[in-house]
């Protein structure tokens, strides 16, 4: 089993910066993010290896950075620029090299004036 804790949500104006952090309670081979908006299907932020490779969905590429600290199981993801269309419950994500697959709780991230 693995939990995960995920801190940083809240209220941004547009335009504005983001900071999420999670943290695993055991080494991870892959730590991500995704995001899910009210009525709409949960998709991909960011995710990065043990390695340090990274991915990043389209609607935030150059928007966003994430980093991963291996030897205290945790990740951030930056995030800048914010729009409206930002605004969703962000949940960390976590895959083990056996492939299991964990989710956190869900932060909320909210983009408005």
């Known amino acids: 089993q693995v939990q995960l804790v995920e801190s940083g949500g809240g209220l941004v104006q547009p335009g504005g910066s983001l900071r999420l952090s999670c943290a695993a309670s055991?080494?991870?081979?892959?730590m991500g993010w995704y995001r899910q908006a009210p009525g709409i299907q949960r998709e991909l932020v960011a995710t990065?290896?043990?390695?340090?490779?990274?991915n990043y969905g389209d609607s935030v590429k150059g928007r966003c950075t994430v980093s991963r600290d291996n030897a205290k199981n945790t990740m951030v993801l930056q995030m800048n620029s914010l729009k409206p269309e930002d605004t969703a419950v962000y949940y960390c994500?976590?895959?083990?090299?056996?492939?299991?697959?964990?989710w956190g709780q869900g932060t909320q991230v909210t983009v408005s004036s």
């Open positions: 055991r080494s991870i081979y892959v």
């Open positions: 994500y976590a895959r083990t090299l056996t492939n299991n697959d964990y």
């Open positions: 990065i290896t043990s390695g340090g490779t990274t």
